[in-house]
């Protein structure tokens, strides 16, 4: 029994979370991602799951249109540090538990990608960078239901997918909630992660990121030990990622790339942001769209710890190809998913037309960077 087309089920868990005789359960399919599987036995066909799927069209909560966009950073140094981008989203969520609320946020768990609230901004803490990886959201809409009828002030982050499958659950609009998308260009199954870290020779640990303190680069730790660090160029998971060959389905016709949004607030890179006096010299600034008229009050209620700037949309538009459109799906792909099942992730990256140009850009990338530190010892001695 198939719930919504295989190709767009973006495995949010809202089907999961609605069914009261617990008949759905997630497994990976043959291409190693989550699905949802119908247990015929259990299911009394009431059809909640299908009013609920935010891939079927019936029934589907709207989205906002962008309301406003800035160019925005936090102001806590210490928060940006190891924030994925400036360190908005951290700064919001540590506002909002301060103010004696619930900050969900994703952490790595028993080698899965869980949702969690925090209450504690230490909690949360082990929330921020991203990973480009799927996470379960298992009951967590279930457990943000009931802080919200409780009257506890909550904030979510998640994908846009993932906000769209929370609407879905509630069916209503709450006050006390405040809704974050990020801009997103696609997850990985975690079972490729896993699969790939094991390969490394790397069984134990605790969290991952692709963006934080060390940039655009994977980072595999154990408690304070960094176990794997490889900058994007250089890492063959990283490469086929941004390439578009190892995202769920889904995410090559993503419905949420666009400037109809779901959360409250989106997060992302503002990418081609022409920076002025007044902004910091950080890696990166943030883009935060304001899409309801709650989102631009929570953001203003930061008072100093987040400071921004309004820009036009179309500035933001111009160089961030995700709130333009679906990453595109590598040409490689069909041959990567028929060998994927017998071979594995890395035997089967390297079989695609992906892999010479990885060889060749990885040299370059090594080449360049020997080259600078020979110049750097040469000149400074260190
Ligand atoms: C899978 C993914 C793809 C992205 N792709 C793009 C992109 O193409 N262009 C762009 O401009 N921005 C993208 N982003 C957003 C960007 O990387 C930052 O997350 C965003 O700008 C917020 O930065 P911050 O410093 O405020 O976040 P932080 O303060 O570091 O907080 C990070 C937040 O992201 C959440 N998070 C991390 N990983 C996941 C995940 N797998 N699923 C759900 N939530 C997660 C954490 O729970 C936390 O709430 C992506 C993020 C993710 C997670």
Redesign the pocket.
């Known amino acids: 029994m198939e719930l919504c087309d295989h190709n767009k089920c973006t495995g949010c868990c809202t089907c999961y979370s609605v069914c009261p005789h617990h008949a759905i359960q997630f497994r990976s399919d043959e291409s190693g991602a989550l699905y949802p599987v119908i247990d015929a036995n259990a299911c009394v066909e009431c059809g909640l799951c299908r009013m609920v799927c935010p891939a079927l069209t019936q029934n589907v909560i709207s989205s906002n249109s962008v309301q406003k966009c800035f160019a925005a950073w936090?102001t806590d140094k210490q928060?940006?540090e190891?924030?994925?981008?400036?360190?908005?989203?951290?700064?919001l969520?540590c506002h909002i538990i301060r103010n004696g609320g619930t900050?969900?946020?994703?952490?790595l768990h028993e080698k899965q990608?869980v949702?969690t609230g925090a209450t504690s901004v230490n909690e949360?803490l082990k929330?921020?960078?991203?990973?480009?990886?799927?996470?379960f959201a298992g009951d967590v809409y279930t457990e943000v239901k009931q802080k919200l009828d409780e009257g506890v002030m909550v904030m979510f982050?998640?994908?846009p997918c993932?906000i769209h499958g929370l609407r879905q659950y509630l069916q209503k609009d709450y006050e006390n909630l405040l809704a974050?998308d990020?801009?997103?260009?696609?997850?990985a199954p975690i079972t490729y992660l896993n699969e790939y870290l094991q390969g490394k020779g790397i069984d134990d640990y605790d969290n991952v990121v692709f963006?934080?303190k060390n940039g655009m680069s994977m980072v595999a730790s154990l408690g304070e030990d960094v176990l794997y660090r490889k900058y994007k160029l250089v890492d063959i998971f990283y490469t086929a990622y941004l390439k578009g060959l190892i995202s769920r389905e889904n995410c090559y016709q993503c419905p949420y790339a666009s400037t109809q949004r779901y959360g409250d607030l989106t997060?992302?890179?503002?990418?081609g942001l022409e920076r002025t006096a007044e902004m910091p010299n950080h890696r990166?600034i943030?883009?935060v769209l304001c899409n309801t008229a709650k989102g631009e009050r929570f953001l203003k209620d930061c008072g100093n710890s987040i400071r921004y700037v309004e820009r036009p949309l179309e500035m933001a538009l111009k160089k961030?190809?995700?709130?333009n459109g679906s990453?595109s799906r590598h040409p490689g792909r069909d041959r990567f998913l028929s060998l994927y099942p017998q071979h594995g992730l890395v035997k089967s990256i390297k079989r695609t037309s992906l892999y010479p140009k990885y060889l060749k850009s990885a040299i370059q990338y090594r080449a360049l960077f020997f080259a600078s530190k020979t110049k750097q010892l040469i000149l400074h001695g260190t």
């Open positions: 936090s928060l940006i190891n924030a994925a981008s400036a360190g908005v989203v951290t700064t969520a900050a969900f946020g994703v952490k990608l949702f949360y929330c921020q960078g991203s990973r480009y990886v799927h996470a982050t998640g994908t993932q974050v990020l801009v997103c260009h696609g997850v963006r934080g997060v992302g890179d503002f990418w990166f943030s883009v961030n190809g995700q709130l990453c």
